[in-house]
C-alpha cells in the first residue's frame, strides 16, 4: 500500500502564496526523484519542479523564481513553495516520485488563482 498525498491546494488572490505538501505512505521518498507537475483544464500535464536525491532541483521556465522544491526526509515529505501566484498557475497539481522503473502518483491537489 504505496501512497503520495498532496494537500495544501487552495484558492488564493494573484500576488498569493501557497505551500503544497506530499506526504509518502509505505514509501521512503528520500530515496526516489521527486517531481512536482500540474494540469490544467484542457492543457497536457507539464512539470512543474523535480529533485533528485543528491542532486539541485530543476524547474520550468514558468515557475522560475517564484517556486521552490524542498524535502522533509524526517517528516517523509517533500513541498512545493508558490509565491507570486498567477491565474496560468490554476491547475491540479500532482506529486510524483520515481525511481528507475517505479513511478507513482498521488491523487491531486486543485490550486486556483483567479483573475
Known amino acids: 500500500q504505496v501512497q503520495l498525498v498532496e494537500s495544501g491546494g487552495g484558492l488564493v488572490q494573484p500576488g498569493g502564496s501557497l505551500r503544497l505538501s506530499c506526504v509518502g505512505h509505505g514509501i521512503i521518498l528520500s530515496r526516489y526523484t521527486m517531481g512536482w507537475y500540474r494540469q490544467a483544464p484542457g492543457k497536457q500535464r507539464e512539470l512543474v519542479a523535480t529533485v533528485q536525491s543528491g542532486d539541485g532541483p530543476k524547474y520550468s521556465d514558468s515557475v522560475k523564481g517564484r517556486f521552490t522544491i524542498s524535502r522533509d526526509n524526517a517528516e517523509n515529505t517533500v513541498y512545493l513553495q508558490m509565491n507570486s501566484l498567477k491565474p496560468e498557475d490554476t491547475a491540479v497539481y500532482f506529486c510524483?516520485?520515481?525511481?528507475?522503473?517505479?513511478?507513482?502518483w498521488g491523487q491531486g491537489t486543485q490550486v486556483t488563482v483567479p483573475s
Open positions: 510524483n516520485a520515481q525511481l528507475l522503473r517505479t513511478s507513482k
